[in-house]
């Protein structure tokens, strides 16, 4: 059976499918517009504005993966933001560089209070 440490779950659909199979004691992230919780005793809840927050701060919500990237990165340490950063500058046309990069800084910001 899979059980991972981290689980991203972005819609109700998933999070209604997926949230029983994490690991006691793991991280689940969900964005508190589009997904309500139930109580799972066993695992770190963590609800964030994502999508509220990249309205009001960057008004195009095309970057919102980025910015959950950027939560989920701090808050388990698993990688740097300067690693996404050059996997985001070869990937990504240069006009939109600066998007994702105020929007991999915002998720940063919003994963600071949960970081380990």
Same mark, same amino acid.
């Given at each position: 059976?899979?059980?991972?440490?981290?689980?991203v779950?972005?819609?109700?659909?998933? #999070?209604?499918?997926? #949230?029983?199979?994490?690991?006691?004691?793991g *991280?689940?992230?969900?964005?508190? /517009?589009? =997904?309500?919780?139930?109580?799972? =005793?066993?695992?770190? +809840? /963590?609800?964030?504005? *994502?999508y509220e927050? *990249?309205?009001?701060?960057?008004?195009?919500? *095309? =970057?919102?993966?980025?910015?959950?990237? &950027?939560?989920?990165?701090?808050?388990? &340490?698993?990688?740097?933001?300067?690693?996404?950063?050059? =996997?985001?500058e070869?990937?990504?046309?240069?006009?939109?560089?600066?998007?994702?990069? +105020?929007?991999?800084?915002? &998720?940063?910001?919003l &994963?600071? +209070?949960?970081?380990?």
């Open positions: 059976m899979i059980q991972p440490n981290v689980l779950c972005l819609t109700q659909e998933a #999070y209604n499918k997926f #949230y029983e199979i994490i690991r006691p004691g *991280i689940l992230i969900t964005d508190a /517009r589009f =997904v309500k919780i139930q109580k799972k =005793v066993d695992a770190q +809840q /963590r609800e964030l504005p *994502i927050s *990249i309205m009001k701060e960057i008004g195009k919500p *095309i =970057v919102f993966n980025i910015c959950m990237l &950027g939560s989920v990165i701090r808050m388990t &340490g698993l990688l740097t933001p300067e690693s996404i950063m050059k =996997v985001l070869k990937r990504i046309p240069p006009d939109f560089l600066d998007m994702n990069r +105020q929007a991999l800084d915002l &998720g940063l910001a &994963g600071e +209070q949960f970081k380990p």
